[in-house]
């Protein structure tokens, strides 16, 4: 779900750039340094990329029967690791806005911090930690995909209550209304993201 | 004369970028015949096969299966689909499965048919293409020509009565091509029905029982094999030239160097020909 | 992609990018200073609506089926701000009203800005402009090569879909995730062996470290320039009077 | 006889995973030569041309280029690869950036060339390959042959004494490749080298001066071209047959119905001389 061009003001619309701005530089560092080490990473995580952005429009049929896009963050995570996924959804969500209008340049900060910070790095912790506790591979592949699909959703519903606290109810009201309504959308999302996950794994076991 | 197995009449189709698909085509195969599309890149022959079994859905005109109009509903789409087989132009974006087993089990299995049928099936399909011996490899370790041979298994798995297959000779090497035209000659032969696009007009002269031509969008010309000398005008307007062989026999015929002999489809028949009546 | 044929399209693609940067900068900037005013607001954005229908001549129609989906969303996140959970009940406050105008409007400017930027501009240019702005290289280097490389999945995807549906793949839901797993597996293995082939390719032509390119030149980079930062600024005058 | 261009000596190669890449090849190419490469898909072309330019580099045997030994330091692959110019098969695996004219100008910007000069060669490497008009186009609207000419394109701009081209014509329908083949006659009359991979022993016959057979990763015959005929067996070894131009033309001369013309390469240039002796 992203935030779209313009909505934020612009004290969150800065405030959350900069909150991002951090990670997509230790990114940046990281895969500079990876990219030494061998210099065919640089083209890696440019197929990569595109690899994420084709992911992301690709059509699930939802459990509610509606249609709605992955947002590809759990599976890259698991393929190229979190930091290296910092500056690959910089520039996937760049691209939405750019080629899609899905997203915005002012709101580029928000979203890449749900979606590039917040779901990455959600989806590789899970995913060590369901490992850790003994979980299949196919349990861990879901938890981290589902759960980091949830929590991107999360806190951009965070993102929105803060910038708009409810006149009435302040900012839990605000949240609430926030991630009630999209959660029509999201859980379900959440659900046949995690099971194409755990499809694609166990397809690419198998190879 | 029977009913056409498939018929296209007067198809247009435009895709949702704009670009146009085809422009008033009308193609007709009958049941068992072998069917040389030909055209340049870009004329429509891809989309004209995706209408063949329903993937696209003509914006007018109709498409007719077996004389009956094609029905676009789920059930009807199934059952076109299992009729009609379709074999894209590239392997590695219709191989998808790990092992060659697997991939040609795709199709059955979505049949809904029960194990045991599948398995009989996939182990004939192999067998028709001669993959028999390959069938536990991964996919990802056949040479092109063989994974090209898996793509055609995983269709006759669904024992379609009409086999479409898009450009099925390019990127073959000289041995590989002639294995595929082997495979090819032992479908038609148990009665499968072929439609195949191609670039090469002297492939077609030496296969095809007809000859379509299209340009534009359009289905330009139809007609027997035999008969292409007699088209030339028609395949000088999309930029081709008669096969040098049938100058050559015409040629040859005239300086009485070529007896009674049947029409010639290819340089070397000729050559074997003229060799054969020289002893 | 509809944002791709109109920006390729369009009467001011060789316009430098440069300069269509710094009038949508203004633009962006115009529909910050006059959202305190809904009408202002409003103007703001149709004006940008109207310079790049009007101007870069981009149709109409395509324009709002660019729109629609950032249009929806619009709705379903202003009605949100709009309402307030009152006890056990819905219902609309005066305040709210006015942030969701505010809100709605703001957004409307800015969301015709970004639109006459990406509408009129290829996305080749674009990165050409961020080159010039000093992005970091990598950065650079993984756009260009996802911009590239995202076609070439695209029209994989599209084929590999149509092979699975003509056999039968995507006849129900269970077979549809199935199949597009598999799908999205073999894709992924493509993402190594693709980046090993333009490793290899770019070897052979010479390269050892970031990628680099001549940029496509302007002849009238500067006057266009020129011109676009005296309308940018006309035009977030124009905010800041109106609002 | 001067030296020549490229020479490879007894190389071995084995890839990695164990796959063999070359045993033994052996080849020499000379200076304003057209060269073709026949071999099966497998049979190693595409690694051959991988060490022509220092992308792989030999475990066992020696590289020459213009007579001294392919020197593997950085400076020295530098030298080499800006004057073995590399096109791949597929387009869509050697094209970098969207843009015709920045993928063009890549090669030259990484050979340290300033500004001016590199958007001086990208226009000349247009205009060679006839891509001028449409360079203003996104990579992803060309066509297909489209997209090769700009791959090739972007070697030319590096201007390279040796062009080495794997599989140029395969998958190019019969306008493209005459297209193409167009463009190699202009660069081949301004003094390039040529060496292209091919599967298609007519259009090696017709086009070549100088035909090297390959299989099993090693270069089993090295002729010129008019000297076909008297390699039947060689090319029988490795699968293919004799052009059937060759033995008509034989059977032509032998019944008078040629005349003192030089050797014919193609069936169509048979038919054309017939007719024009005919008058």
Redesign the interface.
Known sequence: MHIMEGFLPIEHAVGWSVAAAPFVAWGIRSVNRRIRENPEQRMLLGVAAAFTFVLSALKLPSVTGSCSHPTGTGLGAVLFGPAAMAPIGAVVLLFQALLLAHGGLTTLGANIFSMAVVGPFAAYGIFALARRLKASLAVSVFLAASLADLLTYVTTSVQLAWAFPDPVGGFGASFLKFAGIFALTQIPLAISEGLLTVVICNALARF | MSVPLLQLEDVHYRYP??SAGLAGCSLSVSRGSRNALIG???SGKTTLF?HC?G?LRPATGRVHYAGTPVDYG?AGL?AL??KV??V?Q?PD??L????VREDVS??PL??GLSDATVAARVEAALQAVGMDDLAHK?V?NL???QKKRVCIA??LA?EPELLVLDEPM???????QEELLAVLDGLHRRGMTILLAT?D?HFAYRWADRIHLMAAGRCCASFDAPALAGHEAELAAI???LP??I??ER?LRQ?G?LRGAPPIH???A??AQ??QE?C | MLIEQSAYANRWRGVAPQAKGLFALGGVTAAFVAAATPAAGLGVAALLAAVTIGGARVSPLLYLRVAAPALFFLAISALSLAVSVDGGGLQATAAGTHQAAVVATRSLGALAALLFLVLTTPLSDLIALLRRLRTPEVLLDIMVLCYRTLFVFAAALQDMRAAQAARLGHLDRSRLLRSLGQMAAHLTLQVWQRSHALHLAALARNNDGPLRFLGSRHPHARRDAGLAGVAALALVLLAWSGR
């Open positions: 970028d704009g340049a890149n870009g995706q079994n993937l789920r199934r689909r299992s087989g379709l894209f590239n974006r219709q998808f499965s790990a092992s795709f199709g979505n049949l991964p990802q040479s092109f020509g995983g269709v669904m390019a990127g073959l090497d000289q041995a590989m670039h007009i930029g081709l030239r040098s062989v100058g050559l040629q300086r160097l290819s340089c070397s000729l050559l003229l060799q020289d």
